[in-house]
């Protein structure tokens, strides 16, 4: 699925930066002129938002896909001063930089999807969704997505992978951990994904199985996949190696249970795990690039975001910054 892109944006002329990346995406994946004018208006707002109130921070850019209508995630990120009143920044006119005030107002209303959360002195995490033609429906959704995914720093391509297959009854969620860095990684995560695209219609376990007698060839993944069955209101889990996986509801927390072992070479069970899943429940899958000792609960309201909102928060403030990072977050839509 889309890997992310990442530029840092300490000092104007990175803006500039962000933006060719950004309309190079949108002209990647069909944008007309028009279209793409509001992609880079939108990533020039956001740029210059953090070099004026964060004194440092990065955007994200990804591509996306849902009900064949393709977009573009902006995703930024920062640990500024933050917001106290987040709908008065909004406001057009309003501003403490001493600028015009109109940079959020525009994104918001350039934006087919548009979110904030931002804590006073943790810092803000911005989303805007741009899509090719009309935004789709939120009532066309039963499962929302969130994911970030980026290699090591120095690296050109993560060793990590992640995707989905959804539909209205049940959904395959993939997370690969190629075993080290570089191109090499990248090629066994891949490999997995290949054989998780195969064999989506098995079970999770099947799908592993498959996996590790196609990944014999490769250096080998750390994986975990995740069945939601929407009519039976369950999560059939099964995972080898260190992907950490949680499931969330208001009233309950599970960590997700793997096997040690490595697919491709070596793997002395594979098990499936069964759990509840609710219809507003939410699931956090992640590689060992982000730290393990993060909490939803030390985020207020952060479950009632956009899944790539909080897969963004937890990047930003448990990236180990020494290993590719995934970070796949899922949301049920309460249906």
Known sequence: MGKSVAITITESSQTGEARRAAIALATKLGFKETERSKVGIVVT??????VQHAHGGVVLLR?????????????????GRGMVDVDQCLQDGFSTAGTLGNGMGAIRRLSGFFEIYSIPNQGTALLAHLWLGPAPHLSEKILEI??????????????????????????LLLVADGLGH?????????????????????????IVEAAHAALRSTRGAALAI????FEQQSLCFAGIGNIAASIFS?????????????VGHEILKIQEFSYSWYANGLLIMHSDGLGVKWQ?????????????????????DFNRERDDVTVLVAKGMGK
């Open 146 to 171: 969130g994911a970030i995914c980026l290699p090591k720093r120095g690296e050109e391509v993560s060793g990590d992978a992640w995707a989905c297959e959804v539909d209205d009854c049940r959904s």
């Open 226 to 229: 995740a069945e939601i069955d």
């Open 182 to 206: 570089g191109p090499a990684a990248a090629s066994a995560s891949e490999a997995a994904v290949r054989m998780f695209q195969e064999n989506y219609q098995r079970s999770p376990g099947a």
């Open 296 to 316: 939803l609960d030390r985020y207020p309201g952060l479950m009632q975001k956009h899944p790539s909102l909080i897969a963004g928060v937890l990047y930003r």
């Open 250 to 262: 208001f009233t309950e927390h599970h960590n997700l249970l793997s096997h040690t072992g490595t």
């Open 63 to 79: 591509s996306l896909e849902q009900h064949s209508r393709i977009g573009i995630e902006i995703l930024s990120l920062d640990k």
């Open 45 to 50: 707002e956001v740029a210059n938002n953090l």
